[in-house]
């Protein structure tokens, strides 16, 4: 199943068979079903693996917090691991304030915490000890990119896309454009 025939798809059951009246918004409204599909996380990781990405990044050892940069292309963060006897567990920024406080929240020997805001992902290591820093893999959600899907790719063959996940986001995609203001009678005045 292509890009084209998805959007063929949605035309088809919103009855523009010419594919001419929703033609500009189909595209769009079927991207936002894919991104409220991904975001809601009822959908198992084999059904998107083009879009579920683990990235290994590089640090250095410190002390205390460090900040790294989001992927480029994450739409949204899954989980933060790392290699070797090295246990890393998702706190919150209050959690962080706190152990500045109280030395019994902060991670010992071989935890690293850490947590996201808006700009960075935070890794909080042991604020005593320096400990070599193993390699850190960011999990993430890709934003998906129709760029990629041109006209012979099939998304279900050659993306491993699932057929229930790519359906899941037609069906969406047809109720979003079905609920626009645009295409609801108006009420008349008597």
Not at 64 to 71: E, F, V
Not at 89 to 100: A, G, H, N, S
């Amino acid at each position: 199943m292509t890009y084209t025939e998805i959007k063929r798809e949605i035309a088809k059951r919103l009855g523009d068979q010419d594919h001419t009246v929703f033609r500009g918004i189909i595209g769009n409204s079927f991207l936002q079903a894919m991104c409220e599909e991904l975001s809601a996380g009822e959908c198992d990781p084999a059904e998107y693996p083009e879009l579920y990405l683990e990235t290994a990044v590089q640090v250095k050892s410190f002390l205390g917090r460090k900040s790294i940069n989001y992927p480029d292309e994450m739409m949204k963060l899954i989980d933060v691991r790392a290699k070797s006897e090295v246990f890393t567990k998702q706190i919150t920024k209050e959690e962080y304030e706190r152990m500045e406080v109280e030395e019994a929240f902060r991670p010992t020997l071989n935890e690293i915490f850490w947590y996201s805001d808006n700009k960075f992902i935070w890794l909080i290591a042991p604020f005593d000890i320096e400990i070599p820093f193993p390699e850190i893999d960011v999990v993430y959600l890709k934003n998906p990119n129709p760029e990629d899907w041109n006209f012979n790719v099939n998304l279900i063959k050659d993306l491993k896309y699932g057929r229930n996940f790519l359906y899941k986001c037609i069906n969406k995609a047809v109720l979003n454009i079905a609920a626009l203001p645009m295409l609801k009678p108006v009420a008349q005045g008597k």
